[in-house]
């Protein structure tokens, strides 16, 4: 088993600027320049983290490279990507569209490494130089819509990666499963009358974007029982989580049989993320993972490939991070010093009222259909 891995230095670079959490610096409005939430430390820490427990040297590395437009197009309208690329030339940058979503001069060509990044992550599994593959890319993109970035996210880079996987590799049949604790409004957009594509996100209820990723939303069309959400309640630790794998993601993978895998990795679910109030552990992160790939073995050859999503806790984003690829390349290196604390909150078991939004969602599972 191999497992490749993607990053690059200069998506530490992409700048979101002084804004504070989520808003640009106003003296006159008292909001003090700060940080934006989507800043490089998380990502920066979790790669540093790979490469000193000595993680580095079990993964094979993957050199990313820009995106073309017409695989940009693949998903996102022209004036978008225009609109992109001229803002990135202004002297401060620009706004991916939602306004709280900031990136500076040299965005678009950072964003377009992004997608490519994600890109040869996909190529490298489908050709079987790897088994499986981690892209740690930055900006993200599981938000963004074909007309519009939001969410910190600029352009859609694992639905491009799929609309490649699909019509540069011939690749058939496509299953996404976000864990991202935000709904992966944008990759479901983009595949929303697609039976050939199985979206499934497992997410904090309403938590970002609003009105978003009901258990109701299950495609349109073709597409209609291929979209698959499990909104879950705010305060669900590894046992809710590890119930919507076991209960709803393995059966409906199980069912649909893709060719490959694809997760939008984000680690905001953690238990010590300021833009959320769930509580998984990087325990259960490992454990998640576990299951993903036991459930690929059995209907893809182990085929897998992760792209780097959200995540704002510096401090332990780099533990959960590590879970996963040490799962996917099947090494352990350094313990989680937080473990025994977040371990040990009260709530990890599943709730019944858990329960109650996993067993809805569960039962969609049987309009699925290889």
């Not at 199985?198 to 349109?220: C, K, M, W, Y």
Request: with cysteine.
């Amino acid at each position: 088993m191999t497992t490749g891995y993607v990053y690059h230095e200069v998506y530490g670079w992409h700048d979101t600027g002084t804004n504070a959490g989520l808003f640009g610096s106003d003296p006159l409005a008292g909001i003090q320049p700060y940080q934006h939430f989507e800043n490089a430390e998380t990502k920066r820490r979790m790669h540093e983290l790979i490469v000193v427990s000595g993680l580095i040297d079990h993964l094979t590395r993957i050199a990313p490279r820009h995106a073309t437009e017409d695989e940009l197009l693949r998903i996102h309208t022209p004036e978008h990507i225009a609109r992109i690329k001229s803002e990135s030339q202004l002297p401060k940058g620009g706004d991916a569209g939602d306004g709280i979503s900031p990136f500076g001069k040299g965005g678009y060509e950072i964003a377009a490494l992004a997608a490519g990044g994600v890109i040869e992550a996909v190529d490298a599994v489908v050709e079987g130089r790897v088994t499986n593959a981690y892209a740690l890319v930055r900006p993200p993109g599981h938000h963004a819509i074909s007309s519009m970035g939001m969410g910190f996210c600029i352009f859609s880079n694992l639905a491009i990666a799929a609309a490649h996987a699909i019509a540069a590799r011939g690749v058939e049949r496509i299953a996404i499963l976000d864990w991202d604790v935000h709904h992966g409004n944008g990759t479901q957009s983009a595949f929303y009358g697609n039976p050939n594509v199985l979206t499934i996100s497992i997410h904090q209820d309403n938590v970002f974007p609003p009105g978003s990723g009901a258990l109701n939303e299950r495609g349109e069309g073709a597409g209609v029982g291929y979209a698959l959400n499990v909104p879950l309640p705010p305060g669900t630790g590894d046992g809710g989580y590890l119930s919507a794998m076991d209960e709803v993601v393995t059966p409906a993978i199980t069912s649909f049989r893709p060719d490959l895998i694809l997760v939008a990795s984000g680690f905001d679910a953690s238990a010590m993320d300021p833009l959320s109030r769930q509580m998984v552990t990087s325990a259960g992160y490992r454990s998640m993972t576990t299951r993903l790939m036991d459930v690929a073995a059995a209907t893809c050859d182990g085929r897998i490939a992760m792209s780097h999503e959200g995540g704002y806790s510096p401090a332990y984003v780099p533990f959960c991070g590590l879970a996963v690829v040490e799962t996917l390349a099947g090494v352990t290196t350094v313990p989680d010093p937080f473990l025994p604390i977040v371990g040990g909150f009260a709530g990890h078991e599943l709730q019944p009222h858990q329960s109650t939004v996993i067993n809805e969602a569960a039962g969609f599972v049987k309009d699925i259909h290889g």
